[in-house]
């Protein structure tokens, strides 16, 4: 064999070599679509997101509505990544039902849709869910407050921080979880309201921040004589309801549950402020999607929906509860 067919000969190989070692989906587009860029949940979502995406060779683009309600704001990010010829996109749904059509245009388009976090409704409108189980979430917290109030329970006046007005499914899930825990019947499984029992006193809606939890609260209190237990749907939200309750003095003997596990929550868990919040995984959720992604892209094979998991923290366990403690809790959080 000449010199110079050798050298041909070994440079193809080496190619071949380099070919076969290089994932088919190498650079390809793999979109994430949240609610919010400021939310430490969906902060942390991005994080995993990106990291790998990185490491899979796909390359990542993020979007996030302007606010938790912001369903234009998520079309547009859909529809930008259809026309950058996304091979998958990561959502998470602000309105579960609005935006049904954008993901079933994306579906027709070839693009696979993993829900994060948020089913769409109805479930099957995505290829599948990646997410919290958020009635069981608000299952956990329920059952924990009423094992924690005992016989108060059954007269325990009830405040709920919700979520929007428009009722995305994470919002109704954890809210109906959250009865369904303390052993108040639901009417309407897809659909929370305060006449679901004379026990809850107010209700409203925060946009799952601080300040829309302390503003709701304010909102309640001029109406409510008495709460004894506030459900918020995060820990944001939480925390401004228990600081409205702190500074109209009214926050004596009052029992706080949430949902998130973020590591500044887990703190307010260890001070005292929120009794006990269900831990979930946005690091897993992301690094999952971005997983399956990476394999249809490769084999044409769907995911299947999985539960990533959520696990209640406190430091006050009672029978019959599974818990983790906060010290476990710090170690799991995020943000």
Not at 22 to 29: L, M
Not at 73 to 87: C, D, T
Not at 120 to 149: H, M, R
């Amino acid at each position: 064999m000449s010199r110079t067919l050798a050298l041909l000969t070994s440079a193809a190989v080496a190619a071949f070599a380099i070919a076969v070692a290089t994932p088919s989906y190498a650079g390809d587009i793999v979109g994430l679509v949240t609610k919010t860029n400021t939310n430490p949940f969906f902060v942390k979502m991005k994080e995993g997101f990106e990291a790998k995406a990185k490491e899979l060779g796909l390359t990542p683009q993020a979007y996030a509505g302007k606010f938790d309600g912001d369903n234009d704001g998520e079309v547009n990010a859909i529809e930008q990544l259809i026309a950058a010829g996304a091979k998958g996109i990561l959502l998470v749904p602000s309105d579960s039902t609005a935006i049904v059509p954008t993901v079933e245009k994306a579906r027709k388009a070839g693009v696979l849709v993993i829900t994060l976090d948020t089913p769409l409704d109805p479930v099957t409108a995505a290829d599948a869910l990646f997410a919290t189980d958020n009635f069981k979430a608000g299952e956990l917290i329920g059952e924990w407050a009423k094992a924690t109030l005992g016989d108060k329970a059954s007269s325990a006046k009830i405040a709920t921080l919700d979520l929007a007005p428009n009722e995305p499914s994470v919002d109704y899930l954890r809210h109906n979880g959250f009865l369904t825990g303390f052993g108040i019947p639901v009417k309407d499984p897809k659909h929370y309201a305060q006449s679901d029992s004379p026990q809850i006193v107010g209700s409203d809606d925060t946009k799952g921040s601080t300040e829309g939890g302390r503003t709701a609260m304010e909102n309640i209190l001029q109406k409510a004589d008495q709460i004894d237990l506030v459900y918020a749907i995060n820990e944001p939200a939480a925390y401004g309801g228990y600081a409205a309750l702190k500074a109209a003095g009214r926050d004596k003997g009052v029992t706080i549950v949430a949902v998130d596990g973020g590591c500044q929550g887990v703190k307010w868990v260890k001070e005292g402020i929120i009794g006990a919040t269900s831990q979930q995984y946005p690091l897993l959720m992301a690094s999952d999607g971005v997983e399956a992604v990476a394999e249809y892209i490769k084999s044409g094979k769907k995911p299947v929906s999985k539960d990533t998991g959520e696990k209640l923290v406190t430091d006050h366990p009672v029978p019959g509860v599974p818990s983790i403690n906060v010290e476990e809790g710090l170690k799991l959080c995020w943000g």
